[in-house]
């Protein structure tokens, strides 16, 4: 069995859940990192010196990154149903792209803006700085939005491995109490994807864990 070492509102680690979900894949999740502790222990820095989550144990191979776990649960299903086979290497180059796109320029600047409104023990934040938080995040998200206008999803005309990262990152800026221009095009295929199945198991999880 697949195990995953991260708590589950990390956004990083909501990637991987939503994953094996599409996967169909039975795993065993072990709460680390924020209120949990447990990343500068002597074991799990044997497993991922970066002491950050998620890290993942697939027999005796330990594999951390979020993305990089994506891509190999996706390589190694049979089945290709997050990774057509067919894919050409432009619509393979395209999907890495908006991947990394997902994880750097985007999932930053949106991390920023959470920190502010979520983060245990954060000092109290005015009403100008998180609109101004919420200003600098909402473009990013307009760039998203422009792309889905030709494209039904991230990665073109099916569901793939692209829409899991950005899909994370929509789930949590529509999540947030802050304001936020119409992007249509976002909003339709958000609807989407949070209508399969799999994603039902990410809607249930809170935007952070209850204080200890």
Same mark, same amino acid.
């Given at each position: @069995?697949?195990?995953?070492?991260?708590?589950?509102?990390?956004?990083?680690?909501?990637?991987?859940?939503?994953?094996?979900?599409?996967?169909? !894949?039975?795993?065993?999740? @072990?709460?680390?990192?924020?209120?949990?502790?447990?990343?500068?222990?002597?074991?799990?820095?044997?497993?991922? /010196?970066?002491?950050? *989550? /998620?890290? *993942? $144990? #697939?027999?005796?191979?330990?594999? &951390?990154?979020?993305?990089?776990?994506?891509?190999?649960? %996706?390589?190694?299903? $049979? #089945?290709?149903?997050?990774?057509?086979?067919?894919?050409?290497?432009?619509?393979? %180059?395209?999907?890495?792209? &908006?991947?990394?796109?997902?994880?750097?320029?985007?999932?930053?600047?949106?991390?920023?803006?959470?920190?502010?409104?979520?983060?245990?023990?954060?000092?109290?934040?005015?009403?100008t700085e998180i609109a101004s938080a919420a200003n $600098?995040?909402?473009? !990013?998200? +307009? *760039?998203?939005?422009?792309?889905?206008?030709?494209?039904?999803?991230?990665?073109?005309?099916?569901?793939?491995?692209?829409?899991? /990262?950005?899909?994370?990152? +929509?789930?949590?800026?529509?999540?947030?109490?802050? %304001?936020?221009?119409?992007?249509?095009?976002?909003? #339709? &295929?958000?609807?989407?994807?949070?209508?399969?199945?799999?994603?039902? +198991?990410?809607? +249930?999880?809170?935007?952070?864990?209850?204080?200890?």
């Open positions: @069995m697949l195990r995953i070492w991260g708590r589950r509102t990390s956004s990083n680690v909501q990637k991987v859940l939503w994953a094996c979900e599409e996967l169909g !894949l039975r795993y065993e999740r @072990m709460d680390v990192g924020g209120p949990f502790g447990g990343l500068d222990t002597p074991a799990y820095r044997a497993m991922n /010196p970066n002491g950050l *989550i /998620p890290t *993942i $144990q #697939d027999g005796d191979f330990v594999l &951390w990154e979020s993305h990089a776990i994506l891509r190999y649960l %996706a390589a190694r299903d $049979q #089945d290709f149903r997050l990774l057509p086979p067919d894919l050409s290497l432009r619509e393979r %180059a395209r999907i890495d792209q &908006w991947m990394d796109w997902a994880m750097v320029a985007l999932g930053l600047s949106l991390r920023n803006l959470f920190m502010i409104l979520h983060r245990p023990g954060a000092p109290t934040t005015g009403p $600098q995040t909402a473009p !990013l998200f +307009a *760039i998203l939005d422009q792309h889905l206008r030709a494209s039904a999803y991230v990665g073109g005309s099916m569901f793939t491995l692209a829409d899991i /990262p950005c899909g994370i990152s +929509a789930h949590r800026w529509l999540s947030l109490s802050v %304001a936020r221009p119409q992007l249509p095009a976002l909003e #339709d &295929w958000y609807s989407r994807i949070s209508s399969r199945p799999a994603f039902h +198991a990410i809607r +249930a999880i809170p935007l952070s864990e209850p204080r200890r």
